[in-house]
T-cell receptor, first 111, second 114 residues
Framework: DAKTTQPTSMDCAEGRAANLPCNHSTISGNEYVYWYRQIHSQGPQYIIHGLKNNETNEMASLIITEDRKSSTLILPHATLRDTAVYYCIVRAVAGFQKLVFGTGTRLLVSP | ETGVTQTPRHLVMGMTNKKSLKCEQHLGHNAMYWYKQSAKKPLELMFV???????ENNSVPSRFSPECPNSSHLFLHLHTLQPEDSALYLCASSQAAGGTGELFFGEGSRLTVL
């Protein structure tokens, strides 16, 4: 699986959009970009994933650059409950899947 | 509620004890995973089971012994652990093939080894 690079930490004001970047310059054509988050002392939670088109669900939007070498997770209106570690993971979807987690981005949403 | 339940949520054990962690999923998945999360370290994949068969052992010491009697249940048997084994142990499940590739995690079992 391709390696990803994320900033160690980010801050965001409550109610503002949180834009979390991820670099995955070695991504292969069959690899998807997945985002998970982990709120303190809980299990990771799936947020969204995509291949090359932008994706949106009730939690967030995922913007993938045309060359697929980077992506941005957007939380449109961050709340205090969005404070968590956000993980960007790249992997192929074939057969059963193991996730390899990096260190992620620690997002702190403040009032 | 993710559909993956782990028990106990907290466990304190001595180095000579034998205990087990249990994971149960109600999602109809066929793949199950154990991850370990030590303080200030990334999650580490320990074991993977696919249709009850172990398909990955990520160089885990033998004092950790997994068991997967069926696709809905996964155990992690613990014996003669060391204090450095204190961590949050997370169970996850997913569809074995196809689907979105999404993993569903339990809340974890926090283990303290004295």
């Amino acid at each position: 699986d391709a390696k990803t690079t994320q900033p160690t930490s980010m801050d965001c004001a409550e109610g503002r959009a949180a834009n979390l970047p991820c670099n995955h310059s070695t991504i292969s054509g069959n690899e998807y970009v997945y985002w998970y988050r982990q709120i303190h002392s809980q299990g990771p939670q799936y947020i969204i994933h995509g291949l090359k088109n932008n994706e949106t669900n009730e939690m967030a939007s995922l913007i993938i650059t045309e060359d697929r070498k980077s992506s941005t997770l957007i939380l449109p209106h961050a709340t205090l409950r969005d404070t968590a570690v956000y993980y960007c993971i790249v992997r192929a979807v074939a057969g059963f899947q193991k996730l390899v987690f990096g260190t992620g981005t620690r997002l702190l949403v403040s009032p | 509620e993710t559909g993956v339940t782990q028990t106990p949520r907290h466990l304190v054990m001595g180095m000579t004890n034998k205990k087990s962690l249990k994971c149960e999923q109600h999602l109809g998945h066929n793949a199950m995973y154990w991850y370990k999360q030590s303080a200030k370290k990334p999650l580490e994949l320990m074991f993977v089971y696919n249709f009850k068969e172990q398909t990955e052992n990520n160089s885990v010491p033998s004092r950790f012994s997994p068991e997967c009697p069926n696709s809905s249940h996964l155990f992690l048997h613990l014996h003669t652990l060391q204090p450095e084994d204190s961590a949050l142990y997370l169970c996850a499940s997913s569809q074995a093939a196809g689907g979105t590739g999404e993993l569903f995690f339990g809340e974890g079992s926090r283990l303290t080894v004295l």
